[in-house]
């Protein structure tokens, strides 16, 4: 099975700060990534698909980078409304597998 | 818009069966494949199954193979998954999910929308 591992796994950050989440998979998964966020008792909402397009309805802070076994997540001016856990998936094969999750808390 | 309601979670024994359903609203179901994903209390997410637009290709976690089983009903626009044997660790919140691409059948694809979930407790 193909491993995702995310860091920071914690991450504390204030309103208007830029954000960098970063997830590395355990092989090559071309651009088959997406990212999620999560908040507290809420399914997960998909942000990005293939690495780097955004989900139609996500905000443009937004965006997602890499290829390969590199990828990050970057929210330009983070909003009160992004306090949440992030989560990256690839989907390079089955198990389709997640990474252990990043939360982006109040500074 | 699309919605997916997830129903039948409970608290069930060890050992016991419990069938849980997802219903579908808001797109052509029978284009889409579906996934269920489960999360522990406090825990990140795992995926468990995949049923193809037609039924015809189904994957599974190694972790319910032969415990679990996936199905649709596209006459009803509803995915059920048959969970049998349960265990102390299937206790989670289940979520279905559509997938992002249509006529997909290899089961490598994302979800662009997953239902609310519904919670399942294995406990004596």
């Known amino acids: 099975d193909i491993q995702m591992t995310q860091s920071p796994s914690t991450l504390s950050a204030s309103v208007g700060d830029r954000v960098t989440i970063t997830c590395r998979a355990s092989?090559?998964?071309?651009?088959?990534l997406a990212w999620y966020q999560q908040k507290p008792g809420k399914a997960p909402k998909l942000l990005i698909y293939?690495?780097?397009s955004l989900q139609s309805g996500v905000p443009s802070r937004f965006s997602g980078t890499g290829s390969g076994t590199d990828f990050t997540l970057t929210i330009s001016g983070l909003q009160l409304d992004d306090f949440a856990t992030y989560y990256c998936?690839?989907?390079?094969?089955?198990?389709?597998?997640f990474g252990g999750g990043t939360k982006v808390e109040i500074k | 818009q699309v919605q997916l309601v997830e129903s039948g979670g409970g608290v069930v024994q060890p050992g016991r069966p419990l069938k849980v359903s997802c219903v579908a609203s808001g797109f052509i179901f029978s284009n889409y494949g579906i996934q269920w994903v489960r999360q522990a209390p406090g825990k990140g997410l795992e995926w468990l199954a995949v049923i193809s637009y037609d039924g015809d290709d189904i994957y599974y976690a190694d972790s319910v193979k032969g415990r679990f089983t996936i199905s649709r009903d596209n006459s009803n626009n509803t995915v059920s998954l048959q969970m049998n044997n349960l265990r102390p660790e299937d206790t989670a919140m289940y979520y279905c999910?559509?997938?992002?691409?249509?006529?997909?059948?290899?089961?490598?694809?994302?979800?662009?929308?997953w239902g609310q979930g519904i919670l399942v407790t294995v406990s004596s």
């Open positions: 998936q690839h989907y390079d094969g089955l198990p389709v597998t």
């Open positions: 999910g559509k997938d992002i691409y249509p006529y997909h059948t290899n089961g490598w694809t994302t979800v662009d929308s």
């Open positions: 293939k690495a780097s």
């Open positions: 092989q090559s998964i071309d651009s088959w």
